[in-house]
């Protein structure tokens, strides 16, 4: 058997414990407004620098912004240039959902709809693991399966009934391998929002898969939550070693029967030096697949951070002229939506290799028997290396008749963001990331706007005193719809310089370092491969 490198161990940690909000509320609100479709892109709308803080107030923010996410669902009439002629419509997922009960585990999730998509067609497989070790329980039944992906819930209950949420440290020992026991799935990312009680976790099968495929489970650790240790006068993590290994074989005739597969060959290369290549299409009862590699020149990689793939994105649009509509994907664009499953697997990118990027659209945005689509590329992001800084003197904050001036300009390929104000925040020990030395106490926050042509998340900043001593910098704020120049505006924009207090002094130089770069320079327009008939409709 293959051993667990720890790239994926770190690629199941990045994967399975990312701080979300709860599904289930956001779902049955969303139940009750009719016309509505139901789906969430919870990276689309908060606007917040990819720190490891930042990352948790980036995912909170999204439950304040339901509303927003509500009203940007819809589909649009075609046409590039002018506003829709008619009012929004929700034109997709044509074939109607068959009537079936859903389990209880699924029926208010985002994956009710896919059940009722599977199960008709013999696509849900039901395991029937049901362990019992000191009280704890993990259940495993009906796992979702076709051509392109495998979505496994697994119940965990505590002695007490309590459903336990993210806390298997040791999820790394899930294996979806052949007979032979070589992997022929890759752990991929579900967009939507996950649930508080059970634990979804997805997986994309390779360009070949056997007929039958072995799921294997070695899980042991748990991490059951934080307690108040009264001696220690402290919060301590609480472990339970438990045995809940498992096997269970997957039969993949049926599944890869009911599945229409495109090998394509269209290549791309950006001005800056990105080359895209599309390799596949993949349609399934549950989803459009389309599968690319991404490589940058070497004058590119040379601009870029050794973890650029963690931040790359592609943004485009779908448009199908046979029905005037179009879908945005990706970015924050007006009316942006992101694929129900992502890929992106860099095992090739430490041999030269290629970033291999899968994004899945689900039929209730773009319909799987849609024929005659057109992807147009609109632009990528990209964090570069690019370090301009800028000196603050806080002593030169000017306010007359309760009017504050800026007092520090910072302008960078094409970003501009102004000072205007500030103030000092306590420092809570909750959001301190673990790879930061800051004294607890207090941190200068400093506000202003800003206007942003580029992504933003995922922006690197730091604050350099006069003694040379670094502080990390978090950027937060939500911007407003993008003005006639395509730039985002936010008015409430604050950098807080964490450890950075009244006692450090008042100079000190704000750097920006990396820059996730929105490059927009491209042209690229490929019509998708279409097909005679779809097994699942026959």
Do not use: C, N
């Given at each position: 058997m293959k051993p667990i490198s720890k790239d994926e161990d770190r690629l199941w940690e990045e994967h399975l414990y990312r701080e979300?909000?709860?599904?289930?509320?956001?779902?049955?609100?969303?139940?009750?407004?009719?016309?509505?479709?139901?789906?969430?892109?919870?990276?689309?709308?908060?606007?917040?620098?990819?720190?490891?803080?930042?990352?948790?107030?980036?995912?909170?923010?999204?439950?304040?912004?339901?509303?927003?996410?509500?009203a940007g669902g819809a589909w649009f009439a075609f046409e590039r240039t002018a506003e829709p002629a008619q009012p929004a419509v929700n034109a997709v997922d044509r074939l109607p959902l068959p009537n079936i009960p859903v389990p209880e585990a699924l029926k208010y999730s985002y994956?009710?709809?896919?059940y009722k998509r599977l199960k008709p067609l013999g696509l849900v497989v039901n395991p029937d693991i049901n362990i019992n070790d000191q009280g704890y329980?993990?259940?495993?039944?009906?796992?979702?399966?076709?051509?392109?992906?495998?979505?496994?819930?697994?119940?965990?209950?505590?002695?007490?009934?309590?459903?336990?949420?993210?806390?298997?440290?040791?999820?790394?020992?899930?294996?979806?391998?052949?007979?032979?026991?070589?992997?022929?799935?890759?752990?991929?990312?579900?967009?939507?929002?996950?649930?508080?009680?059970?634990?979804?976790?997805l997986f994309q099968f390779d360009d070949e898969i056997p007929d039958q495929v072995f799921v294997r489970g070695e899980l042991r650790n748990l991490n059951v939550g934080r307690y108040y240790d009264y001696e220690k006068k402290s919060y301590e993590d609480r472990d339970v070693t438990v045995d809940w290994s498992f096997q269970f074989n997957i039969d993949m005739t049926k599944a890869k029967s009911?599945?229409?597969?495109n090998s394509m060959d269209n290549t791309y290369t950006s001005p800056e030096g990105l080359k895209l290549d599309m390799t596949q299409l993949v349609r399934t009862p549950n989803g459009t697949r389309l599968d690319l590699n991404v490589s940058l020149d070497d004058e590119l990689r040379a601009k870029v951070n050794e973890d650029w793939a963690n931040y790359m994105s592609i943004i485009y649009h779908l448009e199908i002229p046979e029905t005037n509509e179009y879908r945005i994907f990706n970015g924050i664009r007006p009316d942006a939506r992101q694929a129900k499953f992502q890929l992106q697997d860099q095992s090739d990118l430490r041999n030269g290799g290629p970033l291999k990027l899968s994004e899945t659209w689900d039929p209730a945005l773009v319909t799987v028997d849609a024929k005659n689509i057109r992807f147009v590329l609109d632009g990528y992001t990209?964090?570069?290396?690019?370090?301009k800084s800028v000196e603050v003197d806080l002593k030169k904050r000017r306010k007359d008749d309760n009017k504050f001036y800026t007092f520090v300009a910072f302008e960078q390929?094409?970003?501009?963001?102004?000072?205007?104000?500030?103030?000092?925040?306590?420092?809570?020990?909750?959001?301190d990331p673990p790879q930061v030395d800051v004294k607890k106490g207090y941190s200068l926050v400093l506000k202003g706007s800003g206007t942003f042509r580029n992504a933003f998340m995922g922006d690197r900043w730091v604050a350099v005193d006069s003694d040379g001593k670094e502080y990390p910098v978090e950027v937060n704020g939500y911007p407003d719809q993008p003005n006639n120049n395509g730039e985002y505006v936010e008015d409430d924009l604050q950098l807080k310089i964490r450890g950075f207090n009244e006692e450090k002094g008042t100079k000190f130089t704000l750097k920006r370092t990396v820059v996730n770069r929105e490059y927009r320079d491209v042209n690229w327009e490929v019509d998708l491969p279409s097909y005679d008939s779809l097994p699942w409709l026959k």
């Open positions: 979300e909000p709860d599904a289930d509320f956001t779902l049955k609100v969303m139940q009750k407004l009719d016309g509505v479709s139901m789906e969430s892109g919870e990276d689309q709308y908060p606007f917040v620098k990819k720190s490891m803080r930042a990352h948790w107030m980036r995912r909170t923010g999204i439950a304040a912004a339901a509303v927003v996410i509500l994956f009710a709809d896919d329980t993990l259940k495993i039944e009906d796992v979702l399966v076709d051509r392109s992906h495998m979505v496994m819930t697994m119940q965990q209950t505590t002695p007490d009934g309590l459903g336990l949420s993210r806390s298997l440290s040791a999820m790394g020992r899930i294996h979806v391998t052949d007979e032979e026991g070589r992997q022929v799935a890759t752990l991929a990312r579900d967009t939507r929002t996950k649930g508080s009680v059970t634990e979804r976790l009911l599945a229409v597969e990209l964090p570069v290396k690019e370090e390929l094409g970003d501009k963001i102004l000072i205007y104000d500030f103030d000092y925040e306590p420092v809570m020990e909750s959001y």
